[in-house]
């Protein structure tokens, strides 16, 4: 199992400009959710979703979108960038592993973006 | 609301023990978690414990629950220096099953 993968690594973005993260995961965990984690801080939760089709705000969601068309991905799109984005995003998943569910969140490596 | 709250820094000589201290409000908290970060990297589970657990010891780690104050420890035994990084405590929102994260407590880790 790969885990929890996300793409890009890094990105550059200029104002005003959009893209989408993307996130991935092989475990089938039900729940999935996006992160922001600015420096010297803890994880905020922007997004989270409790299965397919399922998407709720977190704390801060204002300039972000999400998605969940199937259990694997749940991609994170930003539409009009601003420099108060910049940060790291961090995908992670939970839910049953083995039969078992135990609540555990499994963090993708994430991605850092920088808005100039 | 619901808050967790870490020192930021902690220094050690390696062979000492290190212990990480979290503080956190919402006493209808499940499962608490710690996370360790290291540079560059994802955020990585290493030990969480149940709330009705005061103890959980897993090789050199140590966590340790005090419910009535609402304080959470980690202990770390023989600290190395690939122990170095940064230390985040979480809780399980009781109401909500969201995790709310302290600042993240960076560990240095003196040869």
């Known amino acids: 199992n790969a885990g929890v993968t996300q793409t890009p690594k890094f990105r550059i973005l200029k104002i005003g400009q959009s893209m989408t993260l993307q996130c991935t995961q092989d475990m089938n965990h039900n729940y999935m959710y996006w992160y922001r984690q600015d420096p010297g801080m803890g994880l905020k939760l922007i997004y989270y979703?409790?299965?397919?089709?399922?998407?709720d705000k977190g704390e801060v969601p204002n300039g972000y979108n999400v998605s969940r068309s199937t259990t694997e991905d749940f991609p994170l799109r930003l539409e009009l960038a601003a420099p108060s984005q910049t940060s790291v995003y961090f995908c992670a998943s939970s839910g049953q592993t083995s039969g078992i569910y135990t609540d555990t969140q499994y963090f993708g490596p994430g991605t850092r973006l920088t808005v100039l | 609301g619901e808050d967790v709250e870490q020192s930021l820094f902690l220094s050690v000589r390696e062979g000492d023990s290190s212990v990480i201290n979290c503080t956190y409000t919402d006493s209808s908290s499940t499962y608490l978690y710690w996370y360790k970060q290291e540079p560059g990297a994802g955020l990585q589970l290493l030990t969480y414990i149940f709330s009705n657990m005061d103890m959980k010891q897993d090789q050199r780690l140590t966590v340790l629950l005090n419910k009535k104050d609402k304080h959470l420890s980690l202990r770390i035994a023989d600290t190395q220096t690939g122990d170095s990084a940064i230390y985040f405590c979480a809780e399980r929102s009781g109401n909500t099953g969201k995790l709310i994260f302290g600042q993240g407590t960076t560990l240095q880790v003196k040869p």
């Open positions: 979703s409790v299965g397919a089709g399922i998407t």
